[in-house]
């Protein structure tokens, strides 16, 4: 049985600081992607998303569907520097919608309301308490559909090859970012 950690629902308060211990960023390539979150991380960079690919973000086909994650070296983040001793990301401004939402993990593409709560954070339970990020989860919610609503049209309903589709995704939405 597939068992969730701690759910949070619209009106909760979690109390949560970030102790800056860099766990969420050092557990290997599990962050997965839109084509939006890599758009923007290659206009942070002044990069064409094309130079990412391989590097910093690689994808995986499951049922001719590629899905795109960071990148880990040695269990790592690519993305993830030691600043002074602190784990730090270097692309923190344009970091990933997930990356942005965790501690708080979306729960289903349709649900709005609740969300699971990581227990490997140990800045959970820890200072203020405050609202969960509604609002990212509400645009990442959005970028999500977009993104696999058009690959799914293209690979399965226009017949192109899965990483074609991919390139073809990425192109459009980067040249409207
Ligand atoms: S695991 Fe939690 S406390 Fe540690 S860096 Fe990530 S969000 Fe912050
Ligand atoms: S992109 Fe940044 S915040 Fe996200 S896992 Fe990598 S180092 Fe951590």
Not at 15 to 33: D, I
Not at 80 to 93: A, D, E, S
């Amino acid at each position: 049985m597939w068992v969730f950690e701690l759910i949070t629902k619209r009106g909760d308060k979690v109390k949560f600081t970030c102790l800056r211990c860099g766990k969420c960023c050092s557990s290997g390539p599990n962050v997965s992607l839109t084509a939006s979150d890599i758009c923007r991380i290659a206009k942070y960079l002044s990069v064409n998303w094309r130079d990412l690919a391989g590097k910093y973000v690689y994808a995986i086909i499951a049922d001719y569907i590629p899905i795109v994650v960071l990148r880990g070296v040695n269990d790592k983040c690519v993305f993830l520097k030691y600043v002074n001793n602190t784990p730090t990301c270097i692309i923190y401004p344009a970091r990933p919608m997930r990356c942005r939402l965790y501690p708080f993990l979306p729960i289903a593409p349709g649900e709005n309301s609740k969300l699971e709560v990581s227990a490997r954070c140990p800045g959970i339970g820890r200072g203020d308490i405050g609202e969960p990020p509604w609002g990212i989860l509400e645009e990442y919610l959005k970028e999500v559909k977009n993104h696999y609503t058009k690959l799914y049209e293209l690979i399965f309903i226009k017949g192109i090859e899965p990483l074609k589709a991919l390139e073809e995704l990425l192109d459009t939405t980067c040249s409207l970012k």
